[in-house]
Nanobody, 126 residues
Framework: QAQLVESGGGSVQSGGSLRLSCVASRDTFLGRCWAWFRQAPGKEREVVASINSDGTASYANGMKGRFTISQDTSKNTLFLQMTSLRPEDTATYYC????????????????????WGRGTQVTVSS
């Protein structure tokens, strides 16, 4: 089974930017739906954004405009460009994908995706 590996997390000040990356460990993994989730301490995991294999991107409320999801299908890599970061964006960010289900019509719930990364920590200080 393919694994997803995130990178790019770190500590930034409020207003800063980070770019997260996620790569599938197996070249033959063909994700149909890819997504970024995040989970802050004591809170439920929430979707940030998703992108379908046809390039259709969806964002959770309040995420569009500051966050941009993109993919490089030739490299089986997912990205999340985050700008104007706020302390409330502090969380562990997870990459997830599914090879069968589509997310063309909106952001998916966590149960929609079968393959997950281990997460990368993003900390935003005020």
């Amino acid at each position: 089974q393919a694994q997803l590996v995130e990178s790019g997390g770190g500590s930034v000040q409020s207003g800063g930017s980070l770019r997260l990356s996620c790569v599938a460990s197996r070249d033959t993994f063909l994700g149909r739906c890819w997504a970024w989730f995040r989970q802050a301490p004591g809170k439920e995991r929430e979707v940030v954004a998703s992108i379908n294999s046809d390039g259709t991107a969806s964002y959770a409320n309040g995420m569009k405009g500051r966050f941009t999801i993109s993919q490089d299908t030739s490299k089986n890599t997912l990205f999340l460009q985050m700008t104007s970061l706020r302390p409330e964006d502090t969380a562990t960010y997870y990459c997830a994908a599914d090879s069968r289900r589509s997310c063309r019509f909106g952001t998916p719930p966590p149960s929609h995706l079968a393959t997950w990364g281990r997460g990368t920590q993003v900390t935003v200080s005020s």
